[in-house]
Structures are given as C-alpha cells and as structure tokens.
C-alpha cells in the first residue's frame, strides 16, 4: 500500500500562500492530511550559536515548529501561517548572518594580513566565539573578512581589531609621489635595487614599493618599542629621499603629500 505523499509549493509571497491554505483548508481533514507553511534558513557554523535559546523565542514568539539538522547546516520552520513562517525566517536570517567586510583602505589591508600571517586574527577569532574566514589575493593579502557567530560576539572581535588599529597606526607610513618620481623604482631600475639595498639594510621595518599606486609604505615591526619608531621612519625616508633626489635631481619631487583618495 502506498504511503502519504508529499507535495511542496512555492509561492511568489506569502499573500499567496496564505491565500492558498485559506482556500485548501480542508486538506487536513482528509486522513493523514496535512497542511502547513515551511521555510528553510541556512547556516553555516550552527556550533556558534545557542540554538536551544533561540529556538525557545522564536518557536514562543511567532507560533512554529522549528528543527535543526547540523549535517546539512540548515534550520527548518514550519507552521499553520505562512507570514508567521515568514516572519520568523526572516528574523533567523537577521540573527544567523554573518558579518562581511570589505577592507578598501590599504592600511586596513596591511594590518589585518599582519594578525592573519602571525595567527592572531584566529586566535582573537576564537577567543571571541566567532569563525574569521579571511579573503586573501594571489599575493597573499587579506582585502576582506567574514565572520560568522552571534552579533554580540562579532563585535567584540571587530573591537579587538580597532584596538590593533590604534597601535598599528604609530607603526605606518604611506609615501605617496607623483608617478614621474615613482618610476624610478620600478624594477629592475637603478632605484629598484637601491631600495631593495636600504630594506636589506634593517630588520626593523618593511619597506614596499607599491607599483599600483605610485607610492612606498613603510612598516615598522611590532617588536620595536613605541621609542625607537621616530628614528626608524626618519632613517627610511631619509634613504628613499636620497634615492629620489640622486635618480630624480629634484627636490620639490620627494613626496606629493596629496591624499591617496583624492588622486
């Protein structure tokens, strides 16, 4: 004997689905005849969240069943009412989603590839409750983050890294020139190689020649004490400088101060 079938629906909105249960209310009375609205919230990292509590709100405030499957990552809702259904779906999303950012400023870009490359953005990551799930180049940089867990707990992670910010901001120096002056560093060029020379020639700092933008930044290592950083930026740039002025011979060409956004 065959058993009971299963028809799904799909409807453009939830005006029409209720519309329809309105007008095929009598399917539930048939035998083993039910009828009811469903919606499916993908998850990913179920184990962050306490779904126990937010499964007591949810199923209290709008009226629903509510189950969970953590082989598929995903939460089913079901219920007499589809904008009951809807409603709580939507407020699951809201809640489960993850936070996704883009890191457009190339500061931000060096500080966060610095926490990923030691394994501080994990270690802060987990510390926190949330999942960092970084978007790297093909040069290895982070250009974006998202990070999965409750709301509450992304922003005690993006608060970590404002505290980074704060420090990594005493450690860095962006040198922007006009690109007549910045070709000379192209490589393999006299300049290249003078600048790659002075990088060799301390272990304090990174110095990078960042082609796309015409510019040079300077990093200064974590390790160095906040007293010493003066010094180190004056000894980089007074190198770039005489690099500049022996290739170029001109000294209003060292730096054009113009921010990087507005060029």
């Known amino acids: 004997m065959q058993g009971p079938i299963t028809l ?8 029409d689905a209720e519309q329809f249960i309105t007008n095929n209310g009598h399917i539930s009375s048939w035998p083993e005849g039910k009828l009811y609205a469903e919606a499916v919230v993908h998850v990913q990292h179920l184990e962050l969240y306490d779904i126990q509590s937010l499964e007591s709100s949810v199923v209290k405030k709008y009226a629903v069943n509510f189950s ?3 082989t598929q990552k995903l939460i089913k809702i079901n219920g007499k009412s589809p904008k009951q259904v809807g409603r709580c779906s939507q407020t699951l999303q809201s809640y489960l989603c993850p936070l996704k950012i883009h890191l457009g400023e190339r500061k931000q870009q060096v500080l966060v590839t610095e926490l990923y490359s030691s394994g501080c953005l994990f270690q802060d990551a987990n510390d926190c409750g949330v ?8 040069a290895s940089e982070v250009f974006g ?3 999965y867990g409750p709301q509450s707990n992304q922003g005690q992670f993006m608060s970590k890294i404002g505290n980074y910010s704060n420090a990594f901001e005493g450690r ?3 040198l922007p ?4 002056t910045a070709s000379v560093f192209l ?3 006299a300049g290249s190689k003078r600048l790659q020379a002075l990088q060799e020639g301390t272990n304090s700092a990174k110095i990078v020649f960042l082609k796309s933008l015409d510019s040079i930044e300077i990093v200064i290592n974590p390790d ?3 007293r010493e950083r003066a010094n180190i930026f004056k000894t980089c740039k007074e190198g770039i400088q005489k690099i500049v002025l022996d290739l170029c011979g001109d000294n209003r060409k060292i730096v054009d101060q113009t921010c990087v956004k507005c060029k």
């Open 8 to 15: 799904s629906l799909l409807f453009a909105n939830t005006s």
């Open 172 to 174: 860095y120096e962006y």
């Open 145 to 147: 983050l998202t990070i």
């Open 68 to 70: 969970v499957s953590k």
């Open 177 to 180: 020139y006009e690109p007549s």
């Open 224 to 226: 160095i004490p906040a």
């Open 131 to 138: 999942f960092a799930e970084p978007r790297v180049s093909n």
């Open 187 to 189: 490589m393999p060029s």
